[in-house]
């Protein structure tokens, strides 16, 4: 095996769930008075919790987000998440496929809260692969870019950060897997995918790939 661990994020890597999020924070943002493009609101938005932008609503709307507004969002969020998440195609062959190679050296490392990890999951059949193995940047004393959370993961399965892959999608995420030691293989499905290729590599990741097709002839 080319690595010791491979540590997976999870919106935009496992499951494709950001437009989803990000269609409900968006129309929730336009009733305080930011009207923003789905894209705008990505640019903003991916690879961050919400609560970490905080002072940009404020700058936008003139009001505070709470932890009742946080709530709310989070309800509507799940809901549509229930309702229309998919995972990302052909995810469940390679994790079959990286699973015979690492066994329980995997994880999912993500930025979001574990009730939302956990539900996305479950709704697309993955909860299996990473029960027991699941880190939540929310529980951390800083959640991406810094590296929290994937030192957290590499610590739990007891390897060394240097001998662990991270997979990304978002510059946010690759910029953590990068401070933490970590081999960052970025992944960029199309030409609208939420990074460019150039930008993971610009904050560096090491590898770029298109479909997770690919992705266990890298790693193992």
Known sequence: MKFDAILFD????LVDSESITIGVLRQMLGHMGWQMTQEECMGHFVGHLVQDQSDLIFQKTGQRIDDAWTENFRKQRNQALQESLVAIPHIH???NAITKSYGEKIA?????????????????KLLHFFEGRIFSGVEMPKSKPA???YLAAAAALGVDPKRCAV?????????????AGCTV?????DEVSHSSAQAMRAVGASHVF?????????LV
């Not at 999870?10 to 890597?13: A, K, S, T």
């Not at 999912?108 to 697309?124: F, P």
């Open 10 to 13: 999870c919106d935009g890597v």
């Open 93 to 95: 062959e390679a994790l």
């Open 108 to 124: 999912c490392a993500s930025g979001a809260d574990r009730g939302k990890v956990v539900l996305q999951l479950t709704k697309t």
């Open 147 to 149: 590296p929290d959370v």
């Open 167 to 179: 997979i990304e999608d978002s510059t946010t995420g690759a910029t953590a897997g990068v401070a």
């Open 185 to 189: 293989f970025a992944f960029c499905p």
């Open 210 to 218: 298109t479909s997770m097709a690919d992705l266990p002839a890298l």
